[in-house]
């Protein structure tokens, strides 16, 4: 018989994604996002993503099973993220995924958009070996997790104390003039500059923070150091190098995610780890963490850039692994859950 049919459904954040999986392959990835409404605020404003969501849901929905060339009564499962992320731009998925289910009779899983994170990888390199380390690196969080069973939860090891990684990105490139969102751009921009010409801090690597934070992350005191340097130039009527300075930032960053997330590797005997949520998007982190993992004996996965933000793909991938490990689904009254822990 045909492995599951499951449909996902995304809108945690500024994304509205329709995934259609069967078992571990990836039948259609539908995607309608209001990033450019955003843009002008430097940042989301969740007024305008709810709305944006529930104007792009149905059409979205609909692409989604085109694409897959199948119809709702086909789906087997409907897996939609229920948390975390903006409490209005959950609530229309939710809503819709409530809808679906009601109408044509399917089970509902309420997700958790970050173990859905670490599940889309199984699109692109099939079963996940556990235990492994999972790095989440987005816009909203930057997580060490360990993995022992994705179906049944997952370790927190550390997070960050203040900004995530993608905001620092975001924070940094606004500040440069850059643009939103800025992970992409700096990304681009580093190409072209040097990595060691500007030595920026590592927050949280000096011995006296390893004790308490061993695995947690600090970006903020980073993104200030930039803008004292930045402004240090201005003042004294010199030109920025912006390529430079992204690419010393992006290094600063870079350098802290890999070697923190090879020491969660290391300390707790795992072999595989998975980086996931859209900084995984970043060319220099994959490289950065091939490079220290391979000196390890440590397999590094990370799917494909369009994979790794945000997508109705990853939900789906989370729901077809519950559904074939027999869990129960979620219950019609569901409730969305802004600050859901793991
Ligand atoms: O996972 P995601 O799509 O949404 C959240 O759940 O937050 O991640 C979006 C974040 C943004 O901060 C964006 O700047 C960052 O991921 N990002 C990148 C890259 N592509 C996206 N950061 C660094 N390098 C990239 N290539
Ligand atoms: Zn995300």
């Known amino acids: 018989a045909d492995e599951p049919l499951v449909l996902g459904i995304e809108t945690s954040c500024d994304e ?22 955003h843009a002008r605020f430097g940042g989301v404003v969740p007024e305008v993503a709810s709305r944006a969501h529930l104007e792009a849901l149905v059409p979205t929905m609909q692409r989604a099973l085109d694409e897959a060339k199948v119809t709702l009564a086909d789906i087997d499962a409907i897996a939609v993220t229920s ?5 209005g731009a959950l609530l229309v998925g939710v809503a819709a995924a409530k809808g679906y289910a009601l109408a044509a009779d399917k089970p ?28 989440l690196v987005s816009g909203g969080h930057s997580s ?39 992970g992409p751009v700096i990304d681009r921009t580093a ?13 949280l690597t000096a011995p006296k923070d390893l004790a308490a934070h061993r695995f947690d992350f600090s970006f903020s005191g980073l993104k200030t150091a930039v803008a ?15 390529a430079d300075v992204s690419a010393s930032f992006q290094e600063a960053v870079c350098d802290v995610l890999t070697a923190k997330a090879i020491e969660a590797c290391r300390v707790n005997g795992v072999r595989t780890l998975v980086i996931g949520g859209g900084v995984a998007a970043n060319s220099r982190l994959r490289a950065l963490a091939e490079e220290r993992a391979a ?9 494909r850039p369009a994979l790794c933000t945000d997508n109705g793909a990853m939900v789906a991938a989370l729901g077809s692994r519950l559904v074939a490990a027999g869990v129960a689904p979620s219950r019609l009254d569901l409730p969305a859950d802004s600050v859901m822990p793991l």
Do not use: C
């Open 144 to 182: 060490l997790l360990l993995v022992d069973d994705l179906t049944n939860g997952v370790t927190p090891l550390g997070a960050t104390i203040d900004d995530a990684a993608g905001e620092a990105f975001d924070k940094v490139a606004r500040l440069l003039g850059l643009g939103f969102p800025g």
């Open 191 to 203: 190409k072209e500059g040097d990595p060691a010409s500007i030595g920026f801090p590592r927050g």
């Open 108 to 135: 509902i899983y309420g997700v958790n958009h970050l173990a859905a994170h670490v599940a889309v990888d199984t699109l692109e390199h099939g079963p996940l070996p556990e235990p492994a380390v999972a790095m």
């Open 295 to 303: 000196k390890h004996g440590i397999e590094v996965r990370v799917p």
């Open 16 to 37: 509205t994604g329709v995934g259609i999986v069967r078992g571990h392959t990836l039948l259609a990835d539908a995607l309608a996002s209001s990033v450019d409404q």
């Open 83 to 87: 948390g975390p992320g903006l409490a």
């Open 228 to 242: 004292r340097w930045v402004e240090a130039r201005e003042r004294a009527g010199e030109p920025v190098p912006i």
